[in-house]
């Protein structure tokens, strides 16, 4: 098996059916599975799956973990060669897992990928960032901005241009990342102590001090429509994703 492509679903049942229809017009090169990591939905998800997509493999878990702990678990019973980790809402481009894979291949050294994210007209989210600090999370980007970016900074993201090919970054937005199972067995799946936000950013921080590098591939593109779990967020969740940051 080359790839295992995760999917961590909460109460989005129409985003991860368009998600796993993406993934069956857009893979072509690979050898993959699919496994979806349910967190309690309760609007018929995981039966919709296994009734127009039987083959994918299906874990229900009996509430909602959170993302990380939901990813870990399906990374455990994974069995390819690297893991693609799609959020429910998005939506592949035609040859974006190929070219997530084939650079994958092309770079033993490469820890994780990750695409260009874009909004539904087209135009480009963040999709790579560098490390946040202190004065990014606290002082307020806005302001962080003013005072200490270069010119062109995005909030959330880089402060360098969008490049025209590969680029290594701090971290890559865990919307879509392809990551080697080497790198995770060498430094381990997602820290569970993280519920909503900032694992990825996490899981980054330890793959690069191991020695791993990061990318951002923006000739894969991937539709993201974002924040469609976030809606359904309680305050207690809404507590968690402060408290990652």
Sequence with gaps: MDVSIVI?????????LDCIASVYRTAEKARFEIIVSDNGSRDGSLEAVAEKYPEVRRIENSAN??????????IERMQGRYALLLNTDTVLKPGAPDRLFDFME????AGMCGPQLLNTDGSRQTSFGTFPTIATEFLGRTVARFLFATPGAR???SAAPVPDG???ADFIIGACMMVRR????????FDPDYFFFYEEIDWCWRMRQAGWRIWFVPE??????????????NLRARAESWRSR
């Design 8 to 16: 961590v679903s909460w109460n989005t049942k129409e985003l991860l």
């Design 65 to 74: 973990l959170g993302f990380a702990r939901a990813n870990n678990i399906a």
């Design 106 to 109: 092309s770079r033993p050294d």
């Design 155 to 157: 909030p959330g993201g």
């Design 166 to 168: 590969p680029a290594e």
């Design 182 to 189: 080497s790198a995770m067995e060498a430094v381990g799946a």
């Design 220 to 233: 894969a593109e991937v539709v993201h429509f974002g924040g469609q779990s976030a809606k359904n967020l």
